[in-house]
């Protein structure tokens, strides 16, 4: 039994013995994972300042840092324990290889320091400890932003490491028991590499958590008041449900009456038509202009909107053909022409509207308007222009999926991104990728998913468009 399945434990009891013996055909390759792995190892050289290599050599050799490093013993109870640190970092002291030690580190995706990281590095400690002869006080966190490292110390108390042998001790006994349920929390399914394993199962068996809004929260709650799967939740009486829905307040007839119609959907497939929001009915009073479809790929962790990606038709349902679609790269952060180029492009038809799917895109333009000094009124009018087709399907339909996310909902209306299984993490990673080995094959695939992102934009809008004259 090692640390890396303690993480896994501590996220998700079910991935844990999933890892350990589920079967591997069902696992799907995690971008996010692949970047994580990317990202850490460039981290990792860096604090190391070039000095990192791999083993107990390296510690012997006294390497700043020091990967692929193994060492087991055996813990409380007898049990066999193993521990794989991500790295391990030189510092002042002694051990059995001179007048130096080491002590663990870990890299995080994201801003978050979570439980996961604290056992991690509290679980190495203890191991490690004998294996060097030194006392371990602290392990670090590091994380970039902005092409910056940042540093956390992190007490490795004794308080800690009690609660880490007691994790570890529960880890060992329900790898011995059957799988564990779905976790309630399912946000952390999103990047987890047993998704569509665990997500074939709770469709089976109608988790109540497949119902957009229905957190682990809200889940529990219906659970206390006799609802424990879909089915018994669009047969809930709207009234009765509303009032076991107290922590949603002044909305809690609301929200039953969209969990029942979203349940109901779900189950039969069909789509509900709920009311027709003040944008739904802005894209129809414009329906015969031309459109610009307009989405952007980032790299959230950097803040760098890498490629700018239109689509520009005359109308909506002409042809699209390959010279509609113009990406615009912004290769370097903050670069003024591209900038320039991007705000150009939207001001060419300064009367269109930009269809987009999401905040992020409007966020984005709105940013780049006054880092150029676009005046107040050009900014109004430009602001005006966009029209969220992510706020027009939520405000006017209930459809039959789990999520509302751009993949979802244009998948369901029929349309299909040319490349498999990707995803906006994919993109990401397909960037890092680029920025490492400078191959402009990534760049193409980046550009062919953003192109079909704008494809995929302009079919939700057509949909809602056609629906909207029956
Ligand atoms: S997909 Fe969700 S429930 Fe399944 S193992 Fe991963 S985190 Fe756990």
């Known amino acids: 039994m090692n640390n890396l399945y303690l993480k896994s434990f ?3 009891k079910r991935k844990a013995w999933l890892d350990y013996q589920g079967n591997k055909l069902h696992k799907i390759w995690s971008p996010h994972l692949s970047i994580e792995i990317i990202n850490r190892y460039k981290n990792f050289y860096k604090i190391s300042n070039g000095d990192l290599y791999t083993g107990t050599k390296a510690c012997k050799k006294g390497s700043r840092g020091v990967i692929g490093l193994k060492a087991r013993s055996k813990l409380t109870n007898n049990i066999n324990a193993e521990i794989q640190p991500q790295l391990l970092k030189k510092v002042v002291g002694h051990s059995k290889w001179g007048d130096y030690k080491y002590i663990p580190v870990m890299y995080k995706l994201g801003h978050r320091t979570t439980k996961e990281h604290l056992f991690d590095l509290a679980f190495c400690s203890i191991l490690l ?12 966190v590091i994380s970039n932003y902005s092409n910056q490292i940042n540093i956390e110390r992190i007490d490795l ?31 952390k399914c999103t990047i987890c590499s047993w998704q569509k394993f665990c997500d074939t199962e709770a469709k089976d068996n109608g ?54 119609n979203q349940s109901k959907a779900y189950l039969s497939g069909t789509p509900i038509r709920i009311f027709e929001s003040d944008n739904l009915s802005s894209l129809l009073s414009k329906k015969d202009s031309g459109f610009f479809m307009f989405d952007i790929e980032s790299n959230p962790d950097e803040k760098h909107d890498f490629l700018y990606g239109f689509l520009k038709v005359n109308n909506l349902f002409e042809n699209v053909k390959d010279d509609f679609y113009d990406p615009i790269l912004n290769l370097k952060k903050n670069c003024k022409k591209s900038n320039q180029e991007i705000i150009q492009k939207l001001l060419s038809e300064k009367s269109w509207p930009v269809l987009h799917y999401g905040e992020t895109e409007k966020i984005a333009i709105l940013k780049l308007a006054r880092q150029l000094n ?8 430009l602001k005006s222009r966009f029209i969220d087709l992510h706020l027009i399907v939520r405000g006017s339909w209930i459809l039959p999926i789990r999520n509302y996310s751009l993949k979802t909902v244009a998948n369901w209306m029929g349309f299909k991104w040319r490349q498999k299984n990707v995803s906006g993490s994919k993109a990401l990673y397909w960037w890092i990728q680029y920025k490492n080995t400078l191959n402009d094959l990534f760049l193409k695939k980046i550009i062919q998913y953003n192109r079909d992102d704008c494809m ?8 809602l468009i056609k629906k909207r004259n029956y």
């Open 10 to 12: 501590i996220r998700c």
């Open 129 to 140: 400890e004998p294996f060097q002869e030194s006392k371990i006080e602290a392990g670090l």
């Open 157 to 187: 108390n004794q308080r800690l490491r009690k609660k880490v042998l007691s994790t570890f001790l529960n880890l060992n006994e329900t790898l011995k028991r059957s799988i564990p349920d779905i976790t309630e929390d399912r946000k």
């Open 207 to 260: 988790y109540l958590t497949d119902i957009d809004g229905i957190g682990s929260k809200t889940a529990f709650l219906l659970h206390k008041s006799g609802i424990s799967n879909i089915k018994e939740l669009a047969t809930a009486r709207e009234i009765d449900l509303g009032e076991k829905l107290n922590q949603f307040k002044d909305q809690k007839f609301e929200k039953a009456s969209k969990f029942i």
């Open 374 to 381: 676009l005046d107040v009124k050009e900014i109004e009018i």
């Open 456 to 463: 995929a934009t302009l079919q939700i809008a057509k949909w």
